[in-house]
């Protein structure tokens, strides 16, 4: 399976981007798909994720500021972006995990840029 994101760039404070993650190759069954985000300096964190029914969990402190979703007709996975903060600034991945042994797949990571 490989993960193609997409939608990353510069804004500025209060803005908005979306991100969108596409996964190929030999699809077996994807179960949660998610996005996490690495700042410099910092460790890789979740920043939301959704099953296959469509449930979902967010970092605090993106709550209410992100929307995930999902078509899995197409096996895609959105992170709409409002209110963007400068300490929203990481690079962002998008994750899945597949099949029964839910394996782990990465995307390549967009980068997210907010100024202030």
């Known amino acids: 399976v490989q993960l193609q994101a997409s939608g990353g760039g510069l804004v500025q404070a209060g803005g908005s981007l979306r991100l969108s993650c596409a996964a190929s190759?030999?699809?077996?069954?994807?179960?949660?798909m998610g996005w996490y985000r690495q700042a410099p300096g910092k460790e890789r964190e979740l920043v939301a994720a959704i099953t296959s029914g469509g449930s979902t969990n967010y970092a605090d402190s993106v709550k209410g500021r992100f929307t995930i979703s999902r078509f899995n007709a197409k096996n895609t996975v959105y992170l709409q972006m409002n209110s963007l903060k400068p300490e929203d600034t990481a690079v962002y991945y998008c994750?899945?995990?597949?099949?029964?042994?839910?394996?782990?797949?990465w995307g390549q990571g967009t980068l997210v840029t907010v100024s202030s």
């Open positions: 994750n899945a995990d597949a099949g029964d042994a839910r394996k782990q797949f």
């Open positions: 190759g030999s699809i077996v069954s994807i179960n949660d």
